[in-house]
């Protein structure tokens, strides 16, 4: 009855109603029609695909390349370690109920130094992989971990600088973070790009990767500054002063009186920047990186295969939806787990 | 200053994650002849290819690397080094393929690009021969009731931005006093859709990538590509000014594979033909007279070793816009003995 109220109670609301069940009953049986009942799964290239229904075959075919890239398949098994560390430092910092210090300090250093070496290679009798071949969603999740990991602490450093009473200190700051939030991230990639090389003496040449890292490592810092600044306005200002008076180093009262309680406060605006960051991280395949959207990109061009833009693009889509909504969950876990703790100060 | 080391110092992390050895120092590139030397101390030929394009260079489901360009690549890695999957193959997209190769981190850039002026002087080029002649053509549906590309009038054609497609049916349509209208699109899956939902009459692009289009269209028979062209796209292989000897390299292996075709060997013949052949042409092309492998710094076995990887050029066109692939008409890349525009010079 409520339900019914509250699709009928007024006439707007029940014009509204049959309106919008007018065009899903219009648009979703198509839908569904195309996605499911009319696709094919399985065939050898597009020919095998039957006409009017999606072709999922052809993201199976490339499953592997849309996941890893270029990284060799005899490999796979170490992006796939490197992922499940992560993961399990990553649950770790959300559920242990104690020393959570520990589980960050493996998440922020122990999996990036881990991990970096699994992928990379060239130690420990693991093969070296070249930059060159990483890709696809990998690709996409190690441009944002390592641009997160390495956004949070500048982040936070720049958010202090720009309230420090030291005038050059705080200048240097708001020019940082001013000219990173001002400029495109395309425009940047661009630059790195095409005016590097020409900067550069002749023969030295920067890995793509590390271009791009640095660019969008920049750019999360920025806006992480400006998100942990917000967090760090929310906080009483008796605070500070209560741990002043305590005698406190400044930077004693910053590191366990006042960033703490800043954090937790800037915690959703962060999660909003982790996951605007993981979509911009598809720019990179304008400058020749194959990330996730690179790769779908360019299985569009494949002989076997051509005309499947709509399959591929709506499984980008699906991959991303997925993979941003996890971090969101994530975000919303954490945010809840450090409400439970009694307030400190 | 805490402040900059600690920038310095993630940046660096980030750096060093990323393993020693991601930012590399290489020996800065003399004249002349060292691009060679390059290559067998790397132990790969870097071969600046597109990022995906039909036809050129696309990736198979298990990530290896095909095309008509990747062929080229092929060849050269074979006449170079004696092995074709010695190539790094180095993905360049649209404005970063001039920059790439000027700075040294490819030897050659085959890449479906136009030969122009301002590429060979402007930005110290070396066009070095042509593999493909391509042109902007017109794919139109058989509604119009049109032949010829001089009869298209009142039409309107479905593009991409990018200045030169719209500016070449512009300068066309003024020249022949008739009406083209353009409504421009950022992807060719996007125009090519608008094309068949009646939005457009036709579609234009270079004539390779026209063929790749008709392939996917669901009824193939209601469109046609018009006979002719309205530009000229000689799409080719450019390296860097300076060395003498690579230039020659790649110029002879171009026309290895072309005079291959002319005298009939094959990619499964050449070896056959290397050891057996009386026809003195043969015996120099595939370097078992006349020493030409030497002169240029190269195995005598330079060309054998190429059509073995690649074939000859018609066994390349064949294979990626013959009529089992894109089914796209030889017409100018036809050998010149046979109408065409392809003209190896000759081998002695």
């Known amino acids: 009855m409520r339900l019914f109220r509250a699709l009928f109670g007024t006439p707007g609301t029940a014009v509204l109603t049959v309106a919008i069940a007018a065009l899903l009953a219009w648009t979703v049986p198509s839908l569904l029609r195309w996605a499911v009942a009319a696709a094919t799964w399985t065939a050898e290239n597009r020919r095998g695909c039957a006409p009017g229904g999606a072709c999922w075959a052809f993201i199976r075919a490339r499953l592997g390349l849309f996941l890893y890239g270029g990284y060799p398949p005899a490999e796979q098994w170490r992006v796939n370690l490197a992922a499940a560390l992560a993961g399990a430092a990553l649950l770790g910092c959300l559920f242990a109920r104690r020393r959570r210090g520990a589980w960050f300090a493996l998440l922020l250093i122990g999996v990036p130094v881990a991990g970096g070496t699994l992928l990379a290679g060239g130690l420990f009798g693991l093969r070296p992989v070249p930059t060159a071949d990483w890709g696809g969603l990998m690709l996409n999740a190690v441009l944002s971990f390592v641009a997160v990991g390495a956004a949070v602490p500048l982040g936070t450093l720049l958010a202090l600088g720009r309230r420090s009473p030291l005038p050059f ?39 793509n990767l590390v271009r791009a890292l640095v660019v969008l490592i920049l750019f999360a810092s920025a806006y992480m500054a400006e998100v942990v600044r917000g967090g760090l306005q929310g906080v009483p200002h008796g605070q500070r002063e209560a741990a002043a008076a305590l005698g406190l180093h400044p930077l004693q009262a910053n590191l366990t009186v006042v960033l703490p309680q800043a954090w937790r406060i800037a915690l959703p605006g962060v999660v909003n920047v982790v996951v605007d960051l993981f979509k911009d991280t598809t720019l990179v395949s304008v400058v020749g990186l194959f990330d996730l959207m690179g790769v779908v990109n360019q299985s569009l061009k494949d002989q076997s295969w051509l005309g499947l833009a709509q399959e591929g693009y709506a499984f980008a889509a699906l991959l991303f939806f997925g993979c941003c909504l996890l971090l969101s969950l994530a975000g919303t876990v954490l945010e809840r787990r450090l409400r439970q703790r009694p307030e400190g100060g | 200053m805490k402040f900059g080391n600690r920038v310095r110092f993630w940046v660096g992390a980030a750096v060093a994650m990323l393993a020693a050895g991601t930012v590399q120092a290489q020996t800065a590139i003399p004249v002349p002849g060292p691009t060679v030397t390059a290559i067998k101390a790397r132990g790969a030929l870097a071969c600046g290819v597109d990022t995906g394009i039909p036809g050129f260079a696309f990736q198979d489901s298990k990530g290896a690397w095909h095309g008509f360009d990747v062929a ?22 649209t404005p970063a393929r001039f920059t790439v190769l000027q700075a040294g981190e490819i030897e050659v850039l085959i890449r479906d690009s136009t030969m122009t002026l301002t590429r060979s002087v402007q930005l110290h080029l070396d066009e070095v021969a042509t593999n493909f002649y391509a042109g902007q053509g017109f794919l139109v549906s058989t509604k119009l009731g049109v032949s010829k590309i001089t009869e298209l009038n009142g039409a309107t054609i479905c593009t991409l931005t990018g200045a030169t497609l719209e500016l070449n ?91 291959a075709e002319e005298a009939g060997v094959t990619k499964s ?17 595939l370097g ?61």
């Open chain 1, 169 to 207: 200190v705080r200048g240097l700051c708001v020019a940082l973070i001013e000219f990173w939030r001002g400029v495109p991230l395309l425009g940047v990639l661009f630059m790195g790009l095409v005016l590097l090389p020409m900067v550069l003496p002749q023969g030295v040449t920067v890995d």
């Open chain 2, 288 to 348: 078992a007279e006349g020493g030409f492998g030497a002169m240029l710094g190269l195995n005598n076995d330079w060309t054998l070793q190429a059509i073995k990887a690649a074939g000859n050029y018609g066994e390349i066109y064949d294979e990626f816009f013959g009529p089992k692939a894109l089914d796209l008409a030889r017409g100018q890349n036809k050998l010149w003995s046979q109408g065409g525009l392809h003209y190896a010079l000759p081998f002695r």
């Open chain 2, 269 to 285: 013949n050449a070896e056959d033909m290397a050891k057996n052949s009386k026809d003195p042409l043969v015996k120099r092309l």
């Open chain 2, 169 to 259: 049916i512009a300068d066309f349509a003024r020249t022949n006093g008739t009406k083209i209208g353009t409504l421009l699109f950022e992807k060719s899956d996007e125009a090519v859709a608008a094309m068949e939902s009646g939005r457009c009459d036709g579609y234009t692009d270079d004539t390779g990538s026209l063929a790749a289009v008709r392939s996917t269209l669901k009824v193939p028979a209601d469109w046609v590509v018009l006979e002719g062209v309205i530009s000229k796209e000689p799409l080719g292989l450019h390296i860097r000014s300076g060395d003498v000897t690579w230039r020659n390299i790649v110029f002879w292996v171009d026309a290895a594979l072309k005079t």
């Open chain 2, 72 to 93: 080229y690549c092929r060849a050269l890695a074979a006449a170079v080094l004696g092995d074709p999957e010695k190539v790094r193959y180095v993905p360049t997209t």
